[in-house]
Nanobody
């Protein structure tokens, strides 16, 4: 079945960096658009970054533009989210999934930005 395993989260100070990974299985990874999402406490889940199946097209939410970079390695069935210049408002659980499919969510990875 389709699965996503996110990792790489942690506690970081404002201005710091983290790199998240998402290993996907159960489908042909290279054929699908992938997105990273996040859900902060008390807020709805939101999309933060999307990457086309070949990696040639990337889009970002305004709130992370210029700070986050989405990438993928189709040989490893893995999507990445490089997060720089982190802010307290980036604190959330981060998830990945196929953009246009009704997949179940993985367990996510917690990112906490605090001094």
């Amino acid at each position: 079945q389709v699965q996503f395993v996110e990792s790489g989260g942690g506690l970081v100070q404002p201005g710091g960096s983290l790199r998240l990974s998402c290993v996907a299985s159960g489908f042909t990874f290279s054929a699908y658009v992938m997105s990273w999402y996040r859900q902060a406490p008390g807020k709805e889940r939101e999309s933060v970054a999307t990457i086309s199946n070949t990696g040639g097209i990337r889009t970002y939410a305004d709130s992370v533009q210029g700070r986050f970079t989405i990438s993928r390695d189709n040989a490893k069935n893995t999507a990445y989210l490089q997060m720089n210049s982190l802010k307290p408002e980036d604190t959330a659980v981060y998830y990945c999934k196929r953009r246009y499919n009704q997949d179940s969510w993985g367990q996510g990875t917690q990112v906490s930005v605090s001094s």
